[in-house]
């Protein structure tokens, strides 16, 4: 059974940094292709893909306009996934969410992940 659990979030001024950690348990790092990665949902908005990543060949999916300030790392051996937030704006608020995949399938989308964490809120003062 999988299950992630999120920490790291918290309030953070305007151009502030923040890292967000993910404990994993459960998840097969030996499924080739199979994502892990960071969603997240602002007041009022969907949910969306930040950034994922896979296994194996570690391609990284999600949005292109986050990946100058936002980077995805893992660390198997820990069983953590990260995402490390830098220059953050008050656009960067709402809850974000841990995720992984059940099998392997392109993409940072929320109908491409089956197992969720509780999330995390992230506030960032202007």
């Known amino acids: 059974q999988v299950q992630l659990v999120e920490s790291g979030g918290g309030l953070v001024q305007s151009g502030g940094s923040l890292t967000l950690s993910c404990e994993v348990s459960?998840?097969?790092?030996?499924?080739?292709?199979?994502?892990i990665g960071w969603f997240r949902q602002a007041p009022g908005k969907p949910r969306l893909g930040v950034l994922c990543?896979?296994?194996?060949?570690?391609?990284?999916w999600g949005q292109d306009s986050l990946k100058d300030r936002f980077t995805i790392s893992k660390d198997i051996a820990k069983n953590m996934v990260y995402l490390q937030m830098n220059n953050l704006t008050s656009e960067d608020t709402g809850v974000y969410y841990c995720?992984?995949?059940?099998?392997?399938?392109?993409?940072?989308?929320?109908?491409?992940?089956?197992?969720w964490g509780q999330g995390i809120q992230v506030t960032v003062s202007s």
């Open positions: 459960g998840f097969n790092w030996d499924d080739y292709g199979r994502g």
């Open positions: 995720s992984v995949q059940q099998s392997a399938w392109p993409g940072c989308t929320v109908r491409g992940y089956d197992f």
């Open positions: 990543i896979t296994n194996g060949q570690n391609k990284i």
